[in-house]
């Protein structure tokens, strides 16, 4: 009866031992990106085995005053993978990162995923490259945390990949009936999908300066100007989240002289996806593009 007992405990033992790392992989992941847009791809390629915590999230904040709190570092200290954009952009992560250094946690910068440095436009989500080569790296990640659902990774980042489908399409029909056309911006958020849509963006100087709050030039500011009352360009792009007295004054000269003005954003609004926020930007540009000139 002993010897019964004795090897019961001991196959409980051994079944507890095989059953560890199945139930270790059970938690899920836990994953902190700095922007929603990033995150909002982690949870598509995780899916069910991870948690996801997205930072800058709030469409109405200006994403260059944002400032840490005591519930972003304790998000880090617990990520198991943190994604942050790079080049400038969100500097305070890595002052939080260094101050909760763990050696188990994997760092994913995206400008260096699509070979981006420091000087580079930072707003890397409006590159078309950039989602797809975030999807494939976390599914590299996770495969390599999470071996046994490795399949599962794989099979939802090419359910992404697929998902941009109509957006890639859409670029590249705006980009056979607009390619050479000339726009303008106050910043250079659009400014990668600019260049994917073939249009020629003006006044990316002034655009610089807004980006790093420093004042633009009076030539520069002249060149806009000019550009807006000559009817240089078709459209005038600006950022929903940033203004000040400058950029109001220019959006109120496109609108005297006829100009359209389309808003972009550097934030995903809330209850939507990467696809369909890009695709509301384009279908709004696609219509200013398309006014006749008046």
Same mark, same amino acid.
Do not use: C
């Given at each position: 009866?002993?010897? +019964? ?5 001991? *196959?409980? !033992?051994?079944?507890? %031992?095989?059953?560890? #790392? =199945?139930?270790? @992989? ?103 490259? +950039? ?5 494939? *790296?976390? !599914?590299?990640?996770? %495969?390599?945390?999470? #071996? =046994?659902?490795? @399949? ?143």
């Amino acid at each position: 009866m002993r010897l +019964t007992s004795q090897l019961a405990q001991a *196959a409980a !033992a051994v079944l507890f %031992a095989l059953l560890m #790392p =199945a139930l270790a @992989a059970a938690a899920p992941i836990r994953i902190v990106a700095a922007e929603n847009f990033y995150g909002g791809v982690a949870a598509a390629v995780g899916g069910a085995h991870v948690m996801v915590t997205s930072i800058l999230k709030n469409p109405d904040q200006d994403p260059h005053l944002f400032e840490a709190n005591p519930s972003t570092a304790v998000a880090l200290a617990k990520a198991e993978i943190v994604i942050d954009n790079g080049i400038g952009y969100d500097p305070w992560m890595h002052d939080l990162l260094r101050a909760s250094k763990r050696s188990e946690r994997s760092v994913i910068t995206v400008a260096d995923l699509v070979g981006k440095k420091s000087g580079d436009n930072p707003h890397l989500w409006y590159l078309p490259q +950039t989602m797809p080569a975030l999807a494939q *790296a976390l !599914a590299a990640e996770l %495969a390599r945390r999470d #071996p =046994a659902h490795r @399949a599962d990774y794989i099979a939802n980042r090419d359910a992404f990949d697929a998902s941009l489908a109509p957006l890639n399409r859409e670029i590249q029909e705006m980009r056979a009936q607009y390619h050479g056309l000339a726009i303008t911006a106050t910043e250079p958020v659009f400014n990668y999908m600019a260049t994917a849509l073939g249009l020629i963006v003006r006044n990316r100087r002034f655009q610089l300066s807004v980006m790093n709050n420093t004042e633009p030039r009076a030539s520069d500011i002249a060149a806009f100007e000019a550009d807006l009352k000559m009817r240089r360009v078709k459209v005038l792009i600006y950022n929903r989240q940033t203004g000040g007295t400058l950029t109001r004054h220019l959006q109120r000269l496109a609108r005297q002289t006829g100009i359209p003005i389309v808003g972009v954003s550097e934030t995903e609004p809330p209850g939507t996806t990467y696809r369909d926020w890009m695709m509301r930007q384009l279908s709004a540009l696609d219509k200013a593009l398309a006014e006749p000139a008046r």
